[in-house]
Structures are given as C-alpha cells and as structure tokens.
C-alpha cells in the first residue's frame, strides 16, 4: 500500500474491507439452531414421505446452507471496518487525523544542538501513523470479531506517545494533565508512583500551568547549584574582558543545554506514565472483546451439537410425537429464556457496548434456555416415571413449567459473564477519556 495514502482514501475504501469469509463466520450463530429446526419440521410435516429420514435430515441441513448464503451476502458490507463497529472507528479516524495535522506543521525545535533527536522522534511517529494507514484499508476478519480496532488503537497510541518528545510544550500539558485524574480513578498498579511522576515532569515542563494540577508535587531536593560555598582562598587571576564575555556565553549556553535535557527528561515521563494508561485502555478494551467472541464460539459449538444430536435421533427413526413434544419444550424453554434476557439487558448498563456483547448474550439466550428446557423435563420425567421410555410423551402444564424453569437457570451463566464484563467496562469507564 503506498505510504502517501491521502485521507480520502482511506474512507473511501472503508468498503473494501470486508471479507465473504468475515460474513459468513459473524452468520454461524444461528444457522445451526435453523438447520435443526427446519430438520424437525421436516420430519414432522413428511410422516409418510418416502425416504422420511434422510430426506428431512438433508432437506434441514440444505435449507440452512441456502439461508446462511443469503446472510451472509447481505452481512459482508457490515463487515468492513466502517461498520463492523461505527463507533470505533469514527474516533480512531479522528486520532489519525489529529496525528496526520500535526505532521504537517512540526518542525525542528530551534534548542536541538543534535537534530537527530526530533529526526528520530519524527520518524517514529511517521512509522506508526503509516502503519495505521495501512491498517485502515486492509481487509481482514479481524474487523467483524473486533480485535483489529484494539490492534489499530496500539498502533495510533503509539505515535501519540512518541509525539510528546517532539510537539509542543503548551500541547504537551494540554494532552498529559487529564492524566492526572484518569491515574486517580484507574486500578492501575502502582499508580501512585506514576501520579507522582506525572504532576514532577508537568511541573518540570509548565510551572506555571501546574497550579491546575489537582494536587501539587512533593519539593524538588535542591541541587548543588543552589548551595554556596566559602571562597576558594587561592582564587584564579581575574580574566580580561573578553574572556569574561566567552565564559558567561559558555555558562549560558550549559544552562540551556542543561535546561532541555531537564526537559525532554521530563518529556520522557509523560510518554511512560501516558503509555501505561494507554496499555491499560487497550488491554481491557481487549478482554471485554474476548469474552464476546469466547461466547459467540461457544452458541456456534453449542448449537452444532445440538444439530447432530437431532441429526442422529431423526435418522435413528424418533418417533414424531416425541420430536413434537421436545420441539416445543425447546421453543417453550428458548421464549422464556429470551424475555428474561431482554428484562436483564434492560436494566444494564449499555453505555460502552460497541462490541455488541448484549446482542451475543442475547442471540445465545434461546438456545441454551432451549436446551436446559429439554434437559429439564427429561431428568424430571425419568425421576417422577423410572420405568417410562418415552418422557416427553406426557404433554401437560407440569412439564411446561418444568420447561420454563429450566429455561431460566442459563441466567446464572449469563449474570457470570456480565459481571465479568461490567468489571471490564468499570475499567474502560476510568481511562477512557485519554485513550479517546
């Protein structure tokens, strides 16, 4: 891709990003839930067909392929990086652009002596933002399963970090002292360590500014500049007056020298302190994506289990008013588990859910309430009738409400996985202003 890739581009080859292959992997959720329904149904609906078996097995599983092709076709568009997840990537897009602004007008910092301190500087920004100009135009999966936005975070807070040595200092104070309050609010390690460092090198940089900080820093210790010392009793003989001019212009250009190094020191904890916030950002964002995705892989298993189980009992010959009674003590089981995950979602939280993590639950919901419904009156009718071959015969109110009981206990799973989320979300709450 070319490194000189204008911005233009870059949105108006969003579209190019998505991949058939992302669709049909962000489609598997429910497709095997659909073929083995549509299984079911089939075998119910063709009692005296001939070829029942087989034919009801390949017709559910042909009908699901067939819908899966035709979601899948209408999903790839969703899977470019511009819609897999809208909100990400519109203020990434802002970050690149603030980044690309700023090169634009930097230039050499006139007190440099060695100009290969902004060069190197400069390069390293250059290097990550044409990295991350490469990565908004690549194709790739990894935009429908999330994680190519943490990847593009990284790169972009990377060349925001190397920026702090070369900008500014008025920008410098203006881009760290928000720091200062995410530090106090993030479950950072250590953290007192790094706000003390912080508001030491903001002080360093702007004493003035530093009156804004919410607390001041500890005393400088004084240095041995600041100490007087008796008269050297062999004192050296007076120089002449040009002399005194070469060493006074001497000792102003140390102390300048000495200045700028006291600052891009303090330059350099501001980029250590920022960078570990930033790191911290990335890492939740990226544990709350993981549990997504853990959980999408777990309905596509989960599902296809449930497929070749009714795949095997259809060609095993059940008998239908056993498959009908099951059936329904599966949608029974699916209906209650939907409602009460729609109730459970209501009362949560959505306010950082760019990754979708309650449509995931919510598209899981029916299909491990389904499931527990069915092991529910099974485990319930083999107790209550020992002796009985077929416990799905009895079909009365005490087994739909066993059903719907049953179809309730996935909560507790669900509750498990929202507290691990709502930690992770906790988290991002605290530094998401400096990351964004």
């Known amino acids: 891709m070319n ?42 609906a063709l009692p005296q067909f001939p070829w029942q078996k087989l034919s009801a097995a390949l017709g559910g599983t042909l009908l699901a ?50 100009k290969q301190v902004f060069a190197i500087g400069l390069n390293e920004v250059r290097t990550f933002v044409g990295a991350a100009r490469r990565t908004f135009v690549q194709p790739s999966p990894s935009w ?23 900008e500014p200092v008025d920008a410098v104070f203006v881009d760290a002292s928000p720091e200062e309050i995410n530090l106090e609010n993030s479950t950072l390690e250590n953290k007192d360590y790094y706000l003390m ?18 607390m001041q820093p500890p005393l400088e210790p004084p240095s041995w500049q600041d100490f007087s010392f008796d008269p050297d009793p062999n004192p050296r003989p ?23 190094n006291a600052e891009m020191r303090a330059r350099t904890m501001v980029r250590e302190v920022k960078s570990s916030l930033n790191r911290s950002f990335d890492d939740q964002w990226e544990k709350l994506i993981r549990v997504r995705n853990h959980l999408l892989r777990m309905t596509i298993l ?15 010959g059940i008998q239908v008013s056993t498959l009908l009674s099951a059936t329904f003590f599966f949608l029974i089981g699916a209906a209650v588990g939907l409602f009460s995950r729609l109730y459970e979602q209501s009362q949560v939280d959505t306010s950082i859910d760019n990754i979708r993590l309650a449509v995931a639950r919510l598209m899981a919901a029916p299909l491990f309430s389904g499931l527990a419904a069915i092991g529910g009156v099974l485990v319930t009718q083999k107790l209550a009738t020992p002796g009985s071959n077929n416990p799905f015969e009895v079909l009365n109110v005490f087994n739909i409400l066993i059903a719907a009981t049953f179809g309730l206990a996935p909560n507790l799973f669900f509750n498990a996985i ?7 979300k906790t988290n991002l709450k605290k530094v998401q202003t400096s990351a964004y």
Do not use: C
């Open 3 to 44: 490194e000189d890739l204008q911005k233009s581009d870059i949105t108006s080859k969003a579209h190019l990003t998505g991949l058939y292959t992302a669709a049909f992997i962000g489609t598997a959720t429910l497709i095997p839930v659909i073929a083995t329904l549509a299984s079911a149904a089939l075998y119910i």
């Open 65 to 114: 392929l067939f819908v899966w092709s035709l979601l899948a076709l209408s999903y790839h568009r969703s899977t470019a990086i511009d819609r897999a997840d809208a909100y990400s990537y519109n203020l990434l897009l802002i970050r690149l652009y603030r980044l690309e602004a700023w090169l634009d007008i930097l230039d050499v910092d006139p007190r440099l002596s060695n």
């Open 144 to 166: 429908m399963s999330a994680i190519g936005y943490v990847n593009l975070s990284r790169l972009l807070h990377r060349a925001e970090e190397a920026l702090i040595l070369i």
């Open 197 to 214: 460092t912080l508001r030491r090198a903001l002080k360093r940089l702007d004493p003035a500014a530093a009156i804004y900080l919410m």
């Open 238 to 260: 007076t120089l002449d007056a040009s002399s005194q001019k070469e060493s006074e212009e001497e000792r102003k250009r140390i102390k300048s020298n000495e200045s700028f």
């Open 302 to 316: 989960t599902g296809l289990v449930l497929y070749i189980l009714t795949e095997i009992a259809l060609i095993s």
């Open 418 to 424: 929202q507290r691990q989320a709502d930690q992770y």
